[in-house]
């Protein structure tokens, strides 16, 4: 059975730092490209980085200079690097293949308030 597991998130101030994993299991992690999602309170979910298979690595405009995406393959678990938050950022976070296929995990709130 297919598992997606967030975590990481919390309440931020503005230019600050987190850290998201979301950790994998019930398929094989190295053949699919995964991504961070985000949802925004009465916003559609929307993809801001992705990661492939081999290392190629892409990410939102919203995003971009701001949020770092890796993976470990031997712990299947993908990670975001989120740096100079801001209150646009708030959302809740989600992990899932870059297109995604997979059933969706619980996510993980961020919240980047003052």
């Known amino acids: 059975q297919v598992h997606l597991v967030e975590s990481g998130g919390g309440l931020v101030q503005p230019g600050g730092s987190l850290r998201l994993s979301c950790t994998a299991s019930?398929?094989?992690?190295?053949?699919?490209?995964m991504g961070w999602y985000r949802q925004a309170p009465g916003k559609q979910r929307e993809l801001v980085a992705s990661?492939?298979?081999?290392?190629?690595?892409n990410y939102a405009d919203s995003v971009k200079g701001r949020f770092t995406i890796s993976r470990d393959n031997a712990k299947n678990t993908v990670y975001l690097q989120m740096n100079s938050l801001k209150p646009e950022d708030t959302a809740v976070y989600y992990c899932?293949?870059?297109?995604?296929?997979?059933?969706w995990g619980q996510g993980t709130q961020v919240t980047v308030s003052s």
């Open positions: 019930g398929f094989i992690f190295t053949d699919y490209s």
């Open positions: 990661v492939t298979i081999l290392g190629i690595i």
């Open positions: 899932n293949s870059k297109f995604a296929q997979l059933p």
